[in-house]
């Protein structure tokens, strides 16, 4: 082949914006292109009409590969378009939409929230992390509840209320005991004073560490500074301990409950560490 054929071609289809509800419309791309055409009379041109610009111009990023893709444009050895498509995409590798600086360690917990209703009314959320997850609801909101864990396996249930001293109480129920409780929650008729709704699962289903995990969420709450445990139906081995070293079962849970109600629990000092 000659040194003017074009042998490679790259397909088109980068999607260059992501849709954002989060940018006010004057601030987007369309918004400022239908402002300034409103603004200045423009020449009657074919939408495709080619443009001469630079690769460094166009991207922002002048670097060597930027000025090795204009040189395989111009040899004919890539289309245009594929360059600059290419140096568009090399422009997000090296720039990202964050620093690198600023990246989450390897070792970070990340979770997923999802939330339903309003915020500013009735509603409820859920996190949910590496395994475990926790959905999250004012006591008059519980018709929202089926719609965050329809098919999940509820394994406990707390209970958050106020008593007279002020202090916050905490009822932990089993997914038997919950089911009947919320006939009398939903009803308005319990007793139990009830202001929000925890429900915990994705816990480890096997012993030991199942036993361990609602020990540890037990006193986890027994340990708070103005939270007073009432009751607990959780079932457990009597013999279930705390494991030895790093590999607390109950690490991740515990430390999604204090992201979620903030003070219900206190936790080891190496529960507010960073989640393995």
Same mark, same amino acid.
């Given at each position: 082949m000659t040194p003017s054929s074009i042998i490679v071609q790259f397909p088109s289809g980068r999607p260059l914006a992501h849709a954002s509800t989060v940018l006010a419309r004057n601030r987007s791309v369309a918004g400022i292109v239908q402002r300034l055409a409103r603004t200045w009379?423009?020449?009657?041109?074919?939408?495709?009409?080619?443009?001469?610009?630079?690769?460094?111009?166009?991207?922002?990023?002048?670097?060597?590969?930027?000025?090795q893709l204009t040189a395989l444009a111009c040899s004919g050895v890539i289309t245009p378009a594929s360059a600059g498509r290419l140096a568009l995409r090399h422009a997000d590798e090296v720039t990202g939409r964050f620093p690198r600086s600023h990246e989450l360690a390897e070792c970070a917990a990340k979770y997923a929230l999802a939330v339903v209703g309003d915020p500013f009314g009735q509603f409820a959320f859920r996190l949910h992390g590496r395994s475990a997850w926790i959905v999250f609801a004012p006591a008059d909101s519980l018709v929202f509840l089926? /719609? @965050?864990?329809?098919?999940?396996?509820?394994?406990?249930?707390?209970? #958050? =209320?106020?008593?007279?001293?002020?202090?916050?109480?905490?009822?932990?129920l089993t997914s038997t005991d919950w089911r009947r409780r919320l006939v009398t929650l939903a009803g308005g008729t319990s007793r139990c004073g009830c202001r929000h709704i925890l429900l915990l699962g994705g816990l480890p289903p096997h012993e030991p560490d199942r036993s361990a995990t609602l020990t540890g969420i037990e006193r986890a709450v027994r340990r708070g500074g103005n939270t007073r445990l009432l009751s607990s139906s959780l079932r457990k081995r009597s013999d279930a301990d705390r494991p030895a070293g790093d590999r607390?079962?109950?690490?991740?849970?515990?430390?999604?409950? /204090? @992201?979620?109600?903030?003070?219900?629990?206190?936790?080891?000092?190496? #529960? =507010?560490g960073l989640a393995r």
């Open positions: 009379r423009l020449p009657k041109v074919g939408s495709d009409e080619p443009l001469a610009i630079r690769l460094s111009e166009f991207t922002g990023v002048a670097d060597p590969t930027v000025r089926s /719609e @965050l864990c329809p098919r999940d396996r509820i394994q406990v249930c707390m209970l #958050v =209320g106020c008593d007279a001293e002020k202090r916050i109480t905490v009822r932990l607390d079962p109950s690490r991740e849970i515990l430390g999604m409950i /204090e @992201l979620v109600f903030p003070g219900l629990v206190d936790g080891p000092v190496e #529960v =507010g």
